[in-house]
C-alpha cells in the first residue's frame, strides 16, 4: 500500500504536516480571542454603567444636601414659633386650671386679651378680708402688667423667683405674704376696736403690721401697773410673732407673782392672735367679777 503524498511542491515532504498545524493553531487562537474580546468588551461595559452609576448617586447626594440645607434656614424659625405659641397656650390653660382648682382658696380670676387677671381674697379665721388682683401678661416672658398688691409686699422678688418657672408657687407664694399680712393687720385692728379699755395708749404699728408695740394691762378695771409689749414678726409669711418682748412698769423690783404672769403673758402673744389673748383677759376679768359678785 503507498502513503499518500503530503509533501508540497516547494518544501520537501514535512511542508504540508507543518502548514496543517499552522493551520490549526491558527484557527485555535482565533477561537480562543473571540471569547476574551466579548469578555473585555462586557467589561467595558460594567465599567461604564458602575461610573455612570457612581456620578448619578454623586448629582442625588449633592441634590439632597442642597434640600436639607434650604430646609435648615427655613423650619427653626417656624419651629420656633409654632413652640412659643405651643407654650404660651400651655401657660394660658394651666393658669385657668389653677384658678379652677384653687377658687375656693381665695384664688379667682377671669382671661384677658392680654391673658389672665387672678384675684386673690384674703381671710383670717374664716373672716373675709381685703382683697388684690394680679393682671399678668401671657408671652415670653410672663410679666405683670397691673396689680394692686401693697408696696411692701416682696412682688418683685416673688416674681423673680418664681414668676417664669412655676406660675403656681408664684401664686401660692403671694397669696401667703398676703394672708400673713392681712392677719397681722386684722389682729391690731381688732386690739383697737374691741379691747380698746385693756390699752393703756395707743397701739404703734408699721405700715407691713410686723411691728407693734402697746401699754396695757391685764385688768382694765384693777389699779395694776401697765405691761409694755414689743411683738416682732421676722417672718412676715406669718401671723404669729417671733420676738416678744414683755415688761412691766411701775416698780424696778417685781414679786415672783408679776414675774410669772408677765413671762406667761409672752408666751400668750407668741402662741396666740392678738385679740384671742385680750380675749382671754377679758374672761378673767368677768370671772373675778362674777365671784365678786356671789
Known amino acids: 500500500?503507498?502513503?499518500?503524498?503530503?509533501?508540497?511542491?516547494e518544501g520537501g515532504p514535512g511542508a504540508g504536516v507543518l502548514a496543517h498545524l499552522e493551520r490549526l493553531e491558527a484557527e485555535s487562537r482565533k477561537k480562543f480571542e473571540e471569547p476574551?474580546?466579548?469578555?473585555?468588551?462586557?467589561?467595558?461595559?460594567?465599567?461604564?454603567?458602575?461610573?455612570?452609576?457612581?456620578?448619578?448617586?454623586?448629582?442625588?447626594?449633592?441634590?439632597?444636601?442642597?434640600?436639607?440645607?434650604?430646609?435648615?434656614?427655613?423650619e427653626p424659625d417656624q419651629t420656633f414659633e409654632v413652640s412659643e405659641q405651643e407654650v404660651l397656650e400651655r401657660k394660658r390653660e394651666n393658669v385657668k386650671s389653677i384658678l379652677q382648682a384653687y377658687r375656693f382658696t381665695g384664688l379667682s380670676g377671669k382671661l384677658t386679651s392680654r391673658g389672665v387677671c387672678v384675684s386673690i381674697s384674703t381671710a383670717f379665721e374664716g373672716n373675709l378680708l381685703d382683697s388684690y388682683f394680679v393682671d399678668l401678661v401671657i408671652q415670653k416672658p410672663l410679666r405683670i402688667h397691673h396689680h394692686s398688691i401693697p408696696v411692701f409686699i416682696p412682688l418683685e422678688e416673688i416674681a423673680?423667683?418664681?414668676?417664669?418657672?412655676?406660675?403656681?408657687?408664684?401664686?401660692?407664694?403671694?397669696?401667703?405674704?398676703?394672708?400673713?399680712?392681712?392677719?397681722?393687720?386684722?389682729?391690731?385692728?381688732?386690739?383697737?376696736?374691741?379691747f380698746a379699755a385693756f390699752l393703756a395708749g395707743p397701739l404703734q404699728r408699721n405700715s407691713l403690721c410686723n411691728l407693734l408695740s402697746f401699754t396695757y394691762k391685764a385688768e382694765p378695771s384693777g389699779q395694776s401697773f401697765p405691761f409694755c409689749a414689743r411683738l416682732l414678726?421676722?417672718?412676715i409669711t406669718r401671723t404669729l410673732p417671733t420676738d416678744v418682748t414683755v415688761t412691766y412698769q411701775g416698780t424696778d423690783a417685781l414679786s415672783t407673782s408679776w414675774e410669772e404672769q408677765r413671762a406667761s403673758h409672752e408666751n400668750l402673744f407668741c402662741t396666740k392672735p392678738l385679740h384671742q389673748v385680750f380675749a382671754s383677759f377679758a374672761r378673767r376679768e368677768e370671772k373675778l367679777d362674777m365671784n365678786l359678785l356671789y
Open 1 to 9: 500500500m503507498e502513503l499518500a503524498n503530503t509533501s508540497s511542491p
Open 36 to 74: 476574551q474580546g466579548a469578555e473585555s468588551a462586557l467589561g467595558n461595559k460594567i465599567r461604564n454603567l458602575r461610573s455612570l452609576r457612581d456620578k448619578l448617586r454623586a448629582e442625588v447626594n449633592r441634590r439632597q444636601a442642597g434640600v436639607r440645607s434650604a430646609k435648615a434656614s427655613v
Open 160 to 194: 423673680a423667683k418664681y414668676l417664669q418657672s412655676n406660675i403656681q408657687h408664684f401664686l401660692f407664694s403671694l397669696c401667703e405674704y398676703l394672708n400673713a399680712y392681712s392677719g397681722r393687720k386684722y389682729q391690731a385692728d381688732r386690739l383697737q376696736s374691741d
Open 233 to 235: 414678726y421676722k417672718d
